[in-house]
C-alpha cells in the first residue's frame, strides 16, 4: 500500500515538475505582472500635488468657472521655495494642477485666453508650469500634472468640441515641458458652472463623453513612460477615500471590468484578488483640510505624527502617497507646513536609518536551486531587483533570521519582488523568547512595501512565515525602531 502510494506521489510530483521552470531559472510570474512605467512609479513611493489656481486667491475649492484671470497674482512665486520643500520632505516628485475644475491654465496655453497669459502675475509672461517643472528637474523630483476633464470655464463643456480642447492641452502638456511622470485624471464630473455665460447645469454621460480609450492612447504616444491615474487605472486607482488611507489587505490588482473613471463598481479600497489588471492603488490627501490654500486653516495643519500615521498606512501597505502641499496666496509652501513636513521628515530618517536586521544570518526552509542568486540573504542586501525565492512547489515556508545580539524593534519591513506577481497571501512574525516563538504580527497583502507597527520586541532572533499562491519571491526584510 504504501509503494502503492509513493508511487502514485512520484507521479504527481513528476508531472508537476515537468510543467515548473528548472530550479536554477527564476519562477515563472503569477497573475497580472506591473509594467516597466508601473514598476518605474512603484519605487517613488512617496510624491506630492501642489494645489493652486484662482482657488488660492478667491478662497474656494471649486471655483465656478466665471473668475476673471486678474485675480491670479501671487505676490513672490517661489518655484526653487515649493519644490526644495517636498524634497526635503522626501518626496520624489510633484503633480501639478495644470487646469482645476474651474478651467483657469497655469500655463499660456494657445486655445484659450482663460489662462495666466491674461494676468497681472509677471505682466502675462509668466508659466507655472514651466517654472516647476524646471525647478523639479534642478532638484531631481519628477514632475506630474492634474488636468481637469471637468471644465466649468469651457463654452463646450458636454460637447464633442470640448473634447478635441481638452486633448490638445494634453498636447501642449506633453510636449512643451520636457519628462512628465504622470497624468492624473480626477473623476469629479460635470455640474453646474460659468461655461462661456451659459451660467448652467451641463450633465454629462461619464462612461461615453470622454471617450477615454482615445485620450490613454495619446497619452501613451506622446509620453510612453507616463502613469495615467484615474478611479480605475489604467496604470494606478484611488484608494477609495481623501484621508490617505489604503485597505488592510491592499491588494495590487483589481477587476476593473467596463468601470471608467468616476464610474466603478471595483474595490478602490482593498483592490481585488485575483484581479484581472495590475493596478495598484494611490492614497491621496492633503496637509490641510482643503486641497487649495486658505489662511483659516493654517493652523490646522496635519501634526508630524498624523503624517507618519498616513505614511504607514499608503506606502505601509503596497500603495503610492500623494500628499498635497497648497502652495500660499505668495505662491510658496506656508511656514507651518514646512516645519510640520520637516519634523516628520527627522521621525522618519531617524526610523529608517538602521535596518537593525541587516547583519543577521539567515536560514530559509527552501530555497530554489540551493542557494546563489536566490538565496535568503538577498532579502537583506537593500535591493528591490534581487530577492529569495523557492522551488515552484513550496506554498508555505519560512525564514529564519539571527540578530547575533538581541535587538529592539518596533517595524517591520517586507518588500515582494514585483515583476513576478503578487505571490504572497500571507504572513506572520514570531518572535523567539529563549524557549519557543511567539508570534508578534501577522498580514495578508504585501505586494510593493509592507510596514507593520508592533509593540516594542526586544529578541536576538525572528521567524518569518509565509503562505503563497505561487512561491514567494520576497525582496527585503527589515526591522526597525522608532524614536
Ligand atoms: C477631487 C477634486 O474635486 C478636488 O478638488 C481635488 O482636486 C482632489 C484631488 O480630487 O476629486
Not at 490638445?168 to 504622470?182: A, K, P, S, W
Not at 478602490?268 to 490627501?285: A, F, M, S, Y
Not at 529592539?408 to 506577481?421: A, I, K, Q, S, W
Amino acid at each position: 500500500m504504501r509503494t502503492l502510494l509513493n508511487w502514485i506521489a512520484s507521479i504527481a510530483l513528476g508531472a508537476s515538475l515537468a510543467l515548473a521552470a528548472p530550479a536554477t531559472e527564476p519562477p515563472k510570474p503569477y497573475g497580472p505582472v506591473p509594467t516597466a512605467r508601473q514598476l518605474r512609479w512603484h519605487e517613488m513611493e512617496f510624491y506630492g500635488f501642489l494645489h493652486f489656481t484662482v482657488n488660492t486667491f478667491t478662497d474656494k475649492e471649486w471655483g465656478y468657472g466665471d473668475e476673471d484671470p486678474a485675480v491670479f497674482n501671487p505676490t513672490d512665486f517661489d518655484a526653487d521655495q515649493i519644490v526644495r520643500t517636498a524634497r526635503d520632505a522626501g518626496m520624489r516628485g510633484l503633480i501639478l494642477t495644470a487646469k482645476h475644475h474651474d478651467g483657469f491654465c497655469l500655463w499660456p496655453s494657445r486655445h484659450t485666453e482663460h489662462s495666466v497669459r491674461n494676468s497681472p502675475w509677471k505682466a502675462g509672461r509668466g508659466d507655472v508650469v514651466r517654472e516647476i517643472s524646471d525647478a523639479c528637474r534642478r532638484h531631481r523630483l519628477r514632475f506630474g500634472v492634474y488636468l481637469s476633464p471637468w471644465d466649468r470655464n469651457h463654452a463646450e463643456y458636454g460637447r464633442p468640441a470640448y473634447i478635441a480642447y481638452y486633448r490638445n492641452q494634453l498636447r501642449e502638456l506633453l510636449t512643451q515641458y520636457g519628462d512628465v511622470f504622470t497624468v492624473w485624471f480626477d473623476g469629479a464630473n460635470g455640474g453646474d458652472g460659468y461655461y462661456g455665460g451659459a451660467r448652467e447645469t451641463r450633465r454629462i454621460d461619464n462612461r461615453t463623453y470622454y471617450d477615454w480609450g482615445r485620450t490613454w492612447q495619446l497619452v501613451r504616444e506622446l509620453m510612453p513612460m507616463a502613469v495615467m491615474f484615474s478611479d480605475v487605472g489604467p496604470d494606478f486607482r484611488w484608494i477609495g477615500n481623501e484621508r490617505g488611507i489604503a485597505g488592510e489587505p491592499c491588494w495590487a490588482t483589481l477587476n476593473p471590468g467596463d468601470g471608467v473613471p468616476g464610474n466603478t463598481r471595483a474595490n478602490l479600497n482593498h483592490g481585488e484578488r485575483p484581479g484581472t489588471h495590475w493596478i495598484p492603488g494611490e492614497c491621496d490627501v492633503s496637509i490641510r483640510p482643503g486641497w487649495f490654500y486658505h489662511a483659516k486653516e493654517d493652523r490646522q495643519v496635519k501634526t508630524p505624527a498624523q503624517l507618519l500615521d498616513i505614511y504607514y498606512q499608503s506606502v505601509g501597505r503596497g500603495a503610492c502617497l500623494n500628499l498635497n502641499l497648497p502652495p500660499d496666496r505668495r505662491g510658496r509652501i506656508h511656514e507651518n507646513d514646512v516645519a510640520v513636513l520637516r519634523e516628520f521628515r527627522r521621525l522618519w530618517d531617524a526610523t529608517f536609518a538602521r535596518n537593525l536586521a541587516a547583519g543577521a544570518r539567515v536560514t530559509a526552509a527552501n530555497t530554489r536551486g540551493g542557494g546563489g542568486r536566490f538565496s535568503a540573504r538577498q532579502v537583506l542586501d537593500g535591493r528591490r531587483d534581487s530577492y529569495w525565492t523557492t522551488g515552484d512547489e513550496v506554498a508555505v515556508t519560512e525564514i529564519v533570521f539571527e540578530l547575533g545580539a538581541p535587538a529592539t524593534f518596533n517595524v517591520v519591513d517586507l518588500r515582494e519582488y514585483l515583476p513576478l506577481g503578487q505571490r504572497i497571501e500571507a504572513f506572520a512574525l514570531d518572535q523567539w523568547n529563549g524557549g519557543q516563538w511567539n508570534e508578534i504580527a501577522r498580514g495578508t497583502s504585501i505586494g510593493n512595501r509592507r510596514l507593520l507597527r508592533v509593540s516594542p520586541v526586544t529578541t536576538g532572533k525572528v521567524r518569518l512565515r509565509i503562505t503563497a499562491a505561487a512561491c514567494p519571491a520576497l525582496s527585503e526584510f527589515g526591522l526597525y525602531r522608532e524614536p
